[in-house]
């Protein structure tokens, strides 16, 4: 399970690159060596979205 800080971002904070980066290898544990997150590449291209946590 994911820490607590991973699944609590802060204000300001988009939700899926906290997760991504404080939980990376929850995030990621079904990608090969070398290969690239299929939603962290989708959200580099697309954004945050609405992702991002209102005060």
Same mark, same amino acid.
């Given at each position: 399970m994911?820490?607590?800080k991973a699944l609590n971002p802060p204000v300001g904070?988009? $939700?899926q690159c906290w997760y991504h980066a404080y939980a990376?290898?929850?995030a @990621? =544990? $079904?990608l090969g060596p070398r290969e690239d997150c299929p939603?962290?590449?989708? @959200? =580099?291209?697309?954004g945050?979205?609405?992702m991002?946590?209102?005060g």
């Open positions: 994911a820490s607590k904070e988009c $939700r990376s290898r929850e @990621h =544990k $079904r939603e962290c590449v989708d @959200h =580099k291209d697309n945050h979205g609405n991002i946590v209102g």
